[in-house]
């Protein structure tokens, strides 16, 4: 059973513009949650963090929200560059452990 | 430069003949793990460990075996692979805070 859930498996976007990546999540046991970036050919790479105690985190021109309510949190990218066009993952911790999402291809056009 | 490196990058082997896949990193991370990726779900954890000798199960673990004897070192092992074991592998250590994981560049791995 998927404990993270990211629905839209694609997203374009025009260079400049906000790019907007949303993640669901169903249990609430979860202390941390983060993205990677992940380019064809690659491993993913670690971009943004936020724990489970606070709403908002921003580094540069990403920003990760956090709403525990909902159990939803979001990737803001802005502005967007075509070196931003990949798959992002959003993931969960707890218990030493890491649950994924399946992934969302984002196209930045120029 | 630090590195977390898998071998090999691609495999293909026949149904029930043992394979390993080493990963090793080189920033004396604590924690290391193993993931498969597979169309339409994501990234599963296979196994994880906390520590030298200490290993334990993440989300996905049947059919595989891990070990970890030193600090850098975290091999994969099938000991009777089969095609349901047809994946794409990723390796990942961290320290500290074991959220921001390095991963390797991934193994494909063919199980005919």
């Known amino acids: 059973d998927q404990q993270v859930k990211q629905n839209s498996p694609s997203l374009s976007v025009q260079e400049g513009r906000i790019s907007i990546l949303n993640c669901d999540y169903t249990?609430?046991?979860?202390?941390?949650f983060l993205w990677y970036k992940k380019y064809p050919a690659e491993g993913p790479t670690f971009l943004i963090s936020i724990s489970s105690i606070k709403d908002k985190n921003e580094d540069g021109r990403f920003t990760v929200f956090l709403n525990k309510s909902a159990k939803h949190l979001s990737l803001h990218i802005v502005p967007s560059q075509p070196g931003d066009s990949a798959v992002y993952f959003c993931?969960?911790?707890?218990?030493?452990?890491?649950?994924f999402g399946t992934g969302t291809s984002l196209t930045v056009i120029p | 430069e630090a590195q977390v490196t898998q071998n090999p990058r691609y495999l293909i082997t026949v149904t029930g003949k043992k394979l390993t896949v080493t990963c090793s990193q080189n920033?004396?991370?604590?924690?290391m793990s193993w993931y498969r990726q597979d169309p339409g779900l994501g990234l599963r954890q296979i196994y994880y460990?906390?520590?030298?000798?200490?290993?334990d199960k993440g989300d996905v673990p049947e059919g595989y075996k891990v070990s970890r004897k030193e600090k850098r070192n975290f091999p994969l092992i099938l000991e009777s692979p089969s095609p349901n074991q047809t994946s794409l592998y990723f390796c990942?250590?961290?320290?500290?805070?074991?959220?921001?994981?390095?991963f390797g560049p991934g193994t494909r791995l063919l199980v005919l």
């Open positions: 990942a250590s961290s320290s500290g805070g074991p959220w921001t994981q390095y």
């Open positions: 460990s906390m520590n030298v000798e200490v290993t």
């Open positions: 249990n609430s046991m979860f202390d941390y």
């Open positions: 993931a969960a911790y707890t218990g030493n452990q890491f649950y």
């Open positions: 920033m004396n991370h604590e924690y």
